[in-house]
C-alpha cells in the first residue's frame, strides 16, 4: 500500500483522495476482486478512472464499501445489502424499511440456528453410541448410510 503523507503525532494522515483499489483495499480490508465485484452488481456509483484506466475512489466510495463490508459480516445477502445500500443513501427514507430487512435476516439466523443445534444434537447423540476402538462397527456411518425412507420414495 502507498505510504500516506506524515503528519503530527497523534493524528491521521491526510488522505489523497481519489485512491487507486489496492489503497482502498488496504484501508475497507475488502480484497480488490470484491471490490470490483461490488462495483460490476453496481452496490457502487459509477468509479471514475484515470486516463489509462486506473480505478479513482471517493472518500464516499470507501464508506460506501465498510457499509458493505460490516453488512456482510452481519451475515446479509447481497440482494438485502443491496437494498441497504439504496435505503442508506436516501436520506428520506422510512426506518421501518431498514428494521423489516434486519428483522426478517434475524429470523433466518434464528432458523438456521435452530437447524445447526439439531444437527448438534443429532452428532453428539451419535457419538455417545460410537465406541471409538479398533471394532469396525460404527453408529454414525450406520446413521450417515441409513435410507431415510421420506426423502428417497420412487417418482410415480
Excluded at 41 to 52: E, G, K, Q, S, Y
Aim: overall charge positive; charged content about 25%.
Amino acid at each position: 500500500m502507498p505510504s500516506l503523507p506524515e503528519t503530527a503525532p497523534g493524528r491521521r494522515p491526510a488522505i489523497p483522495w481519489p485512491v487507486n483499489i489496492g489503497t482502498v483495499a488496504g484501508m475497507t480490508g475488502i480484497s480488490a476482486k470484491m471490490v470490483r465485484h461490488y462495483e460490476s452488481l453496481a452496490l457502487l456509483p459509477p468509479i471514475t478512472r484515470t486516463d489509462n484506466g486506473y480505478r479513482q475512489y471517493s472518500e464516499a466510495d470507501v464508506h460506501t464499501l465498510r457499509f458493505i463490508k460490516r453488512s456482510r459480516d452481519l451475515g446479509f445477502s447481497m440482494a438485502e445489502i443491496a437494498e441497504l445500500v439504496a435505503l442508506w443513501q436516501n436520506r428520506s427514507r422510512a426506518s421501518a424499511s431498514v428494521k423489516r430487512i434486519a428483522q426478517q435476516h434475524v429470523d433466518e439466523l434464528a432458523l438456521r440456528i435452530e437447524a445447526m443445534q439439531a444437527m448438534q444434537r443429532s452428532l453428539l447423540k451419535l457419538l455417545h453410541h460410537c465406541h471409538g476402538d479398533e471394532r469396525p462397527e460404527c453408529p454414525i456411518l450406520d446413521d450417515l448410510a441409513r435410507q431415510q425412507h421420506d426423502t428417497c420414495s420412487p417418482a410415480g
